[in-house]
């Protein structure tokens, strides 16, 4: 064979991509049919088209061979995904016990009963145990909980407020209380966190001094200002303000840990009510 065809053979057989479909259905079709008929000798032709005859034969078998081998060694079924792993911890169980203790519900503080009107004055349990159904704790900007309002009980009604003629190394905070209703006993206290430079200065209230008992002491991180009314005392239906004055340091304050409280009997029964201190507007 002469250069001139195996060249081009050879070319051609680096360039041939031989369509793998259509070559399985024409094996399919090959071992479908049945057996043809012997042909008739042919007459020998010239020996150049004889060689093109061999290497053309030699080509297709040579491709039938690598479609055979393509089809054997095909790809097999794909593996089944590996299983679900969950990184997921489990919860902890759960304590019926320790459940019970982390609500977090105060316990409620014991009082101490207004004999009727008799004007005794009524114990007032710290703000860090407040009573009723609403009360519930907050940690204030010194650490020390601090309740829930509960601005409204009856014929009782308070408010906390920061005086706007404080200063800002002077303040006043003033607990208002208004009722609908004559009071037999009260016991007012007002609670200031003691920021930084903390120092009594001095309080007041609407009704006489002579009417009642005021003390003022540190307790608890507060400096505690408390008023109790004299035995046979009685505070007439209207408002009332009870006021603590306190120096700090320069700069402001802030009255975010500041509570009160008032415990007040009157003929109908007895209110109790507590809140803490909007800021100066």
């Known amino acids: 064979m002469t250069d001139d065809v195996r060249d081009p053979l050879r070319e051609a ?22 057996s043809p008929a012997p042909r008739r000798a042919r007459t020998p032709r010239a020996w150049p088209r004889v060689a093109l005859a061999a290497v053309a034969a030699a080509g297709a078998m040579t491709a039938a061979t690598v479609v055979v081998a393509a089809v054997s060694t095909g790809p097999g079924p794909a593996p089944a995904p590996p299983a679900a792993v969950s990184h997921s911890p489990a919860a902890p169980p759960t304590d019926p016990g320790t459940a019970a203790a982390a609500d977090g519900s105060p316990s409620e503080p014991a009082t101490t009963p207004a004999p009727g009107r008799s004007g005794a004055a009524l114990s007032v349990p710290s703000p860090t145990a407040p009573s009723g159904p609403s009360a519930s704790a907050s940690t204030g900007a010194v650490g020390t909980p601090t309740p829930s309002r509960r601005t409204e009980d009856g014929p009782l009604w308070s408010d906390g407020s920061v005086d706007p003629h404080s200063i800002s190394s002077w303040s006043q905070s003033n607990v208002t209380l208004k009722t609908r209703e004559p009071l037999t006993a ?3 206290e007002l609670r200031i966190g003691l920021t930084p430079g903390v120092k009594d200065t001095g309080h007041w209230q609407t009704r006489p001094a002579d009417d009642f008992t005021v003390t003022v002491r540190q307790e608890g991180g507060f400096l505690v200002y408390r008023w109790v009314l004299r035995p046979g005392r009685t505070i007439p239906s209207g408002e009332q303000v009870f006021a603590g004055q306190y120096n700090h340091a320069d700069g402001g304050r802030d009255a975010r840990a500041d509570v009160f409280r008032a415990e007040a009997a009157m003929a109908s029964g007895k209110a109790s009510v507590w809140g803490d201190f909007a800021p100066v507007r």
């Open 13 to 34: 057989a680096r360039n041939h991509r031989p369509d793998r479909a259509r070559m399985l259905a024409r094996v399919e079709r090959g071992m479908a049919a049945p």
């Open 186 to 188: 009260l016991t007012v």
